[in-house]
C-alpha cells in the first residue's frame, strides 16, 4: 500500500473496534479497484461521538461505517438521512458530501445481495419467518417489506417487541402481510400453525453467537424446500447452519450478509461497484488466521 499526500481516508467508528473486519476487507478492493484511499479503524467511545464526526468533516474523512454502540446516536448528528435508514432508525455508513454527513443503513441491501448470491432467493412474492425483533430483524423486515415479500411474521422471546414492530411498519409496507409471534414452536402454537408455505426462515437474534446455541426449530414440521438464513455467522458454521445442512436444507450464515453491507456502503463512497466475493474470501481469511 502506497500513501501520499493525495491518499483519502475512510474508517469506522465503534466502542469495541479493534475486532472489526471492515479495515482487511476494504482496503483489499480499494488496492484492487486502484483507488488512492485507505480504511482505519477509529475507537470512538460514547461521550467523544459528537466530536468525532465534526472530525469527519474537519478532515475531510471520505466516508465512514458505524458501529455498536453508535448506530442510533450518530442519526442526530448527520445533515441527511436517506429514508430507508430513517425508517430502521439506525445507520451504518455515513457518505461525506462535500461536508455534507448524509447516514445510510447498507445491512437490508447487504442481506438482500447475500439471499440472491447464497440461496439464489429472491424474496418477491414469498413468505419469510423472521426470528428476532431487535435492530438487525429490523433493517431486514424494511428490506423484505421493499423487496415485495408477500408475507413476514415476526418471532420474538419477548412476544411485545414483535408486536410493536409490526404494527409500526404494516401502515407502511401496505402490500406485505404482517404478523407478530411469541418465538415458541410448541405443537398447537400460534407460530406452529403459520408454518405452511413458508419459504424462507431468517435467524435475526443472536441465538448462535460465540459458539452458543441456535434457535429451535420445528425441523420435522418444515417443507424440504424451505431455505435457511442466519444472520449470526461463525467460521466453523453456526449451530443452526450445520444442522440445516445436515439435514439437506438449502443454507447460508450471515457471512454474505456482512460482506454485502460493505460492498453496498463501498459503491455509496466511491462509485465503484467492488470485484465480487473479494470481501466475503477476505473474512474468511481474517477469521482462519491468514
Ligand atoms: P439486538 O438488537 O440486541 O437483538 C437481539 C435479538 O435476539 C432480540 O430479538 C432478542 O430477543 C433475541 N435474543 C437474544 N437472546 C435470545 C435468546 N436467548 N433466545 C431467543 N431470542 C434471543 O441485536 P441485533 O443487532 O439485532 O443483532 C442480532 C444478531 O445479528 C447478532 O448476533 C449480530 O452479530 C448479528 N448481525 C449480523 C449482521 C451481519 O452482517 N451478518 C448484521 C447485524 C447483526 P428479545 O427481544 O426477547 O431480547
Not at 469527519?56 to 461505517?65: D, K, L, P
Request: charged residues 20%; hydrophobic residues 45%; negative net charge.
Amino acid at each position: 500500500m502506497k500513501i501520499s499526500g493525495a491518499t483519502r481516508t475512510f474508517g469506522v467508528f465503534g466502542d469495541p473496534i479493534s475486532h472489526s473486519l471492515s479495515p482487511a476487507m476494504h482496503n483489499e478492493v480499494l488496492a484492487m479497484s486502484g483507488i488512492d484511499a485507505v480504511y482505519v479503524p477509529y475507537h470512538v467511545k460514547p461521550a467523544q461521538l459528537a466530536s468525532a464526526v465534526a472530525g469527519i468533516r474537519a478532515m475531510n474523512i471520505w466516508g465512514v461505517n458505524v458501529t455498536i454502540p453508535h448506530k442510533v446516536a450518530i442519526c442526530a448528528h448527520l445533515d441527511e438521512i436517506d429514508p430507508e435508514a430513517r425508517l430502521i432508525g439506525a445507520i451504518n455508513t455515513v457518505v461525506n458530501r462535500e461536508g455534507r454527513l448524509v447516514g445510510y443503513n447498507t445491512d437490508g441491501g447487504g442481506f438482500l445481495r447475500s439471499l440472491k448470491e447464497d440461496l439464489a432467493f429472491d424474496p418477491h412474492g414469498r413468505k419469510v419467518l423472521l426470528l428476532g425483533a431487535g435492530g438487525a430483524a429490523r433493517a431486514i423486515l424494511v428490506a423484505l417489506g421493499h423487496a415485495g415479500a408477500h408475507w413476514v411474521g415476526v418471532a420474538n422471546r419477548t412476544e411485545q417487541r414483535a408486536r410493536i414492530l409490526v404494527d409500526e411498519f404494516r401502515t407502511i409496507f401496505t402490500g406485505t402481510q404482517l404478523a407478530d409471534f411469541h418465538l415458541d414452536f410448541s405443537p398447537a402454537s400460534k407460530l406452529m400453525d403459520s408454518l405452511e408455505g413458508v419459504d424462507l426462515i431468517v435467524n435475526a437474534t443472536s441465538l448462535g453467537m460465540n459458539k452458543g446455541p441456535a434457535p429451535e426449530l420445528p425441523w420435522e414440521q418444515l417443507s424440504e424446500n424451505v431455505c435457511i438464513y442466519d444472520i449470526v455467522y461463525a467460521q466453523e458454521g453456526t449451530a443452526l447452519i450445520n444442522e440445516a445442512r445436515t439435514r439437506g436444507f438449502c443454507c447460508a450464515d450471515g457471512l454474505g450478509m456482512l460482506a454485502g453491507q460493505g460492498e453496498v456502503a463501498f459503491t455509496l463512497w466511491t462509485g465503484v461497484e467492488p470485484p465480487s466475493g473479494v470481501m466475503k474470501r477476505r473474512i474468511l481469511a481474517e477469521c482462519s488466521g491468514k
